[in-house]
């Protein structure tokens, strides 16, 4: 039994969990265009795989949990949800790009070693630029009335299919 479902905060913490995360990627890289090192780069690969993860479960959080139900509550925001799912494609065409960069990594030469980490650069910073934007209108234009508009009931739904996805 759910007694006190509040999956609006969850999903807000996870927006500033993802956003951490891209922080650190953001370090890691710094530290590996100052210096060649095998097992950092490793340590990048496992960075990134473990963000994609979440950020795949976050996107599916909301698609499968919480648009669903918001769409029969707010029916008025179906605009706003569709634009946020289309959010969600670009986000999902930058994760599979970013995975195939990753696991295809064959690097022989120091000059392919700086491109590979420039592109990963440039990737994640456009990745973090387009996320900021994505999670800040989420919360104003979605989270915010979802947290006034839903009842005790849809809220304890939006949780049990939150639970579903993470089991
Ligand atoms: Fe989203
Ligand atoms: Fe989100």
Do not use: C, W
Not at 58 to 64: D, K, L, T
Not at 80 to 99: F, G, P, T, V
Not at 122 to 147: C, G, V
Request: hydrophobic letters at 40%.
């Amino acid at each position: 039994m759910i007694e006190n479902p509040d999956p609006i905060k969850t999903l807000m913490e996870r927006h500033i969990g993802l956003v951490d995360e891209l922080g650190l990627l953001k370090i890691t890289i710094d530290r590996l265009k100052k210096r060649f090192s095998p097992n950092l780069l490793e340590a990048l690969k496992r960075e990134i795989f473990s963000f994609l993860k979440s950020m795949e479960q976050h996107i599916r959080f909301e698609e499968e949990s919480l648009f669903p139900v918001l769409e029969v509550a707010l029916g008025n925001k179906r605009e706003q949800i569709i634009s946020m799912a289309r959010d969600h494609s670009n986000l999902k065409e930058e994760i599979e790009k970013l995975k195939t960069l990753i696991t295809n990594l064959d690097i022989e030469t120091l000059e392919e070693y700086r491109k590979i980490i420039n592109l990963v650069e440039t990737i994640i910073a456009s990745l973090t630029d387009f996320f900021t934007k994505h999670i800040n209108d989420e919360e104003n234009n979605l989270y915010k009335p979802a947290k006034e508009a839903l009842l005790k009931k849809e809220l304890v739904e939006i949780e049990r299919r939150m639970q579903s996805i993470e089991e």
